[in-house]
């Protein structure tokens, strides 16, 4: 894992997504990311929903140490405009805005996704900030790791912090 940029705080606007859910074990599932992916794109590729603007997202709503694996929460989502229509298990809603710390990492694969969240939290703690655990963190993804040389992931890990 590097970190590409350290954790910062800023406010993050509120985001119109269209997503997919998935309740159960995702830790380190690489399939259940690109299943529900798959999802996502096969409704918005024919919508030409996919533009340079759209950002894909995964938002999370536990803490992993906490909740039974069995019952993690997941939306993997991408920005849509207001007024897009969505059907049968595409769901839209609004992820809200606030005060997030924000790093930005890339990750070697799947597995560096968990120490980075920990990277973060450990970050809040040491400048003792709270988690906000009434609205959900998420991750912004910034690259194809099929693009990339190396198939490294670039995302911003983002804690919503109070």
Same mark, same amino acid.
């Given at each position: 894992? =590097?970190?590409?940029?350290?954790?910062?705080? #800023?406010? $993050?606007?509120?985001?119109?997504?269209? &997503?997919?859910?998935?309740?159960?074990? @995702?830790?380190?599932?690489?399939?259940?990311?690109?299943?529900?992916?798959?999802?996502?794109?096969?409704?918005?590729?024919?919508?030409?929903?996919?533009?340079?603007? #759209?950002? !894909?997202?995964?938002? @999370? @709503?536990?803490?992993?140490?906490? #909740?039974?694996?069995?019952? $993690?929460?997941?939306?993997?989502?991408?920005?849509?405009?207001?007024?897009?229509?969505?059907?049968? =298990?595409?769901?839209?809603?609004?992820?809200?805005?606030?005060?997030?710390?924000?790093?930005?990492?890339? !990750?070697?694969?799947?597995?560096? &996704?968990?120490?980075?969240? =920990?990277?973060?939290?450990?970050?809040?703690?040491?400048?003792? $900030?709270?988690?906000? #655990?009434?609205?959900?963190?998420?991750?912004? &993804? !910034?690259?194809?790791?099929?693009?990339?040389?190396?198939?490294?992931?670039?995302?911003?890990?983002?804690?919503?912090?109070?």
């Amino acid at each position: 894992m =590097e970190i590409i940029n350290e954790p910062v705080i #800023t406010e $993050l606007e509120e985001r119109n997504v269209a &997503y997919v859910s998935f309740v159960g074990n @995702y830790m380190g599932d690489a399939s259940v990311f690109e299943e529900m992916f798959g999802k996502l794109f096969s409704w918005a590729g024919p919508e030409q929903l996919m533009g340079p603007d #759209t950002l !894909l997202m995964s938002a @999370y @709503y536990d803490d992993p140490g906490v #909740t039974p694996p069995e019952e $993690l929460k997941l939306d993997v989502c991408m920005t849509i405009e207001d007024d897009v229509e969505v059907e049968g =298990e595409i769901k839209k809603k609004k992820i809200p805005g606030g005060k997030y710390a924000v790093m930005r990492v890339e !990750l070697a694969g799947a597995e560096e &996704y968990g120490p980075a969240w =920990e990277k973060i939290v450990e970050w809040v703690m040491q400048n003792n $900030l709270e988690i906000d #655990t009434s609205r959900a963190s998420y991750e912004i &993804y !910034l690259n194809s790791p099929d693009e990339h040389p190396q198939g490294h992931h670039i995302l911003d890990v983002c804690m919503a912090v109070k």
